[in-house]
């Protein structure tokens, strides 16, 4: 299901479900690319890793509370060493989660791959969306030490997918008119503001100039969509 929201993000939910917000869609600039972030998270989904993530929780919550107990035995002899164990659980318990998280980003980039290259999609579109993600990113938290991310490191994974696609033979796949007209739809109904209409306007009048079948019927298809959002017949 889609979510009307500019930020680059796509995410599962337990039962299978996909979300996938529209800032996503508009960024990708091809098939391919949407598809390896969708088959990125089926492979959350087919590998369970919500599932995982909850049962591994329930266990890691013992932790803090073994850490309490040891500082409650520890608190006569030396305060330190019970702060230090109430602490020390608490932290193993955020690390734990920390460490499952990044390796099942890394399975699913794996398994987001190996569906990519079943489903016919040109494998390193994987690769272009994940360098338009650190793009995307790269002010916000790329400054972050690698041990304290939910993802792997964006360069490490793109690293990754290059090497497991070294030796592949080229697959193009053709972009369908689909992908281009629902990013003309999306386009128009990200942002319905008066100045986002007038924004949406301008860039498929640029469209235009490509001359291509497909960007000409997007750019005529973005303009109608405009015309009837402002009862303009």
């Given at each position: 299901f889609a979510v009307r929201d500019p930020s680059l993000n796509a995410f599962a939910l337990p039962g299978g479900f996909i979300g996938m917000h529209s800032g996503l869609v508009l960024s990708a600039q091809s098939e391919s690319e949407l598809a390896s972030v969708l088959s990125h998270e089926i492979g959350h989904v087919s590998q369970r890793h919500i599932a995982r993530m909850i049962g591994n929780q329930k266990q890691d919550s013992l932790l803090?509370?073994?850490?309490?107990?040891?500082?409650?035995?520890?608190?006569?002899?030396?305060?330190?060493?019970?702060?230090?164990?109430?602490?020390?659980?608490?932290?193993?318990?955020?690390?734990?989660?920390?460490?499952?998280?990044?390796?099942?980003?890394?399975?699913?980039?794996?398994?987001?791959?190996?569906?990519?290259?079943?489903?016919?999609?040109?494998?390193?579109?994987?690769?272009?969306?994940?360098?338009?993600?650190?793009?995307?990113?790269?002010?916000?938290?790329?400054?972050?030490?690698?041990?304290?991310?939910?993802?792997?490191?964006?360069?490490?994974?793109?690293?990754?997918?290059?090497?497991?696609?070294?030796?592949?033979?080229?697959?193009?796949?053709?972009?369908?008119?689909?992908?281009?007209?629902?990013k003309a739809r999306m386009r128009v109904l990200q942002n319905d503001t008066p100045q986002g209409w007038r924004d949406s306007a301008v860039f498929f009048n640029q469209l235009f100039k490509q001359e291509t079948r497909t960007a000409m019927l997007a750019a005529r298809y973005g303009l109608a969509l405009l015309a009837i959002k402002q009862r303009d017949v």
């Amino acid at each position: 299901f889609a979510v009307r929201d500019p930020s680059l993000n796509a995410f599962a939910l337990p039962g299978g479900f996909i979300g996938m917000h529209s800032g996503l869609v508009l960024s990708a600039q091809s098939e391919s690319e949407l598809a390896s972030v969708l088959s990125h998270e089926i492979g959350h989904v087919s590998q369970r890793h919500i599932a995982r993530m909850i049962g591994n929780q329930k266990q890691d919550s013992l932790l803090p509370l073994a850490g309490i107990l040891i500082g409650l035995l520890a608190a006569r002899s030396s305060p330190d060493l019970a702060v230090a164990s109430m602490m020390g659980g608490t932290g193993l318990a955020v690390q734990r989660q920390l460490g499952f998280s990044r390796d099942a980003e890394r399975e699913a980039d794996r398994v987001g791959l190996q569906i990519l290259r079943t489903a016919g999609f040109d494998a390193s579109g994987m690769v272009n969306f994940f360098g338009r993600l650190q793009t995307a990113s790269r002010n916000s938290n790329d400054s972050a030490p690698a041990y304290l991310r939910t993802h792997p490191v964006t360069t490490e994974r793109i690293a990754d997918i290059e090497a497991r696609i070294r030796n592949e033979t080229y697959r193009q796949h053709v972009d369908s008119l689909d992908f281009s007209l629902i990013k003309a739809r999306m386009r128009v109904l990200q942002n319905d503001t008066p100045q986002g209409w007038r924004d949406s306007a301008v860039f498929f009048n640029q469209l235009f100039k490509q001359e291509t079948r497909t960007a000409m019927l997007a750019a005529r298809y973005g303009l109608a969509l405009l015309a009837i959002k402002q009862r303009d017949v």
